[in-house]
């Protein structure tokens, strides 16, 4: 199921690197950039991750927080955090529930991995409505960094 502007952005609970549940409704009032991506310690997911990460004050200049998810475990996802200094959650959707809910998983990835997270990008405003969405086939692709913050200076 696709979601699209104007639709109301599922809600989740998800644990984060220091096993501590995160949902989706602890940031109302804030904008909130969500990106999910197929699997930590990956090339493509390093350069969208660290992207963030380098330019993390535009982000915070724009009232907004960035939540990245993929079906890593905790563990891994907190050494990958930790190797590549990233400063803001990473949150392990292992059991691929958000993944479903976002429209963002692969059936079938490469190497015969199955149900693996879609690079994919929200904006999610202060009232939890989405008001971008981009869900990339192509695993190799990266989002539209400009549209995002084009879409969060405009909130």
């Known amino acids: 199921m696709a979601l699209l502007k104007g639709d109301k952005a599922p809600d989740f609970k998800l644990y984060n690197t220091d096993k501590q549940e995160v949902s989706l409704s602890d940031y109302e009032g804030k904008n909130v950039v969500i990106l999910f991506f ?3 310690f990956t090339s493509t997911c390093t350069t969208e991750l660290c992207e963030m990460r380098d330019k993390i004050s535009i982000y915070s200049n724009l009232n907004a927080e960035i939540l ?3 079906v890593d475990s905790p563990f891994t996802l907190g050494k990958y955090k ?3 200094k990233l400063p803001f959650y990473l949150l ?3 059991n691929k529930d958000t993944s479903v809910a976002y429209g963002s998983l ?3 990835f490469m190497m015969g991995m199955k149900g693996v997270s879609k690079r994919s990008a929200f904006v999610v405003d202060t009232k939890g409505i989405i008001q971008y969405a981009e869900v990339l086939e192509n695993a190799g692709d ?3 960094f400009v549209a995002v913050q084009s879409v969060l200076a405009s909130l």
Do not use: V
């Open 142 to 144: 990266l989002p539209d």
């Open 106 to 108: 692969y059936e079938n």
């Open 38 to 40: 197929p699997l930590a």
């Open 92 to 94: 392990s959707d292992f």
């Open 68 to 70: 990245g998810i993929s």
């Open 82 to 84: 930790a190797e590549q």
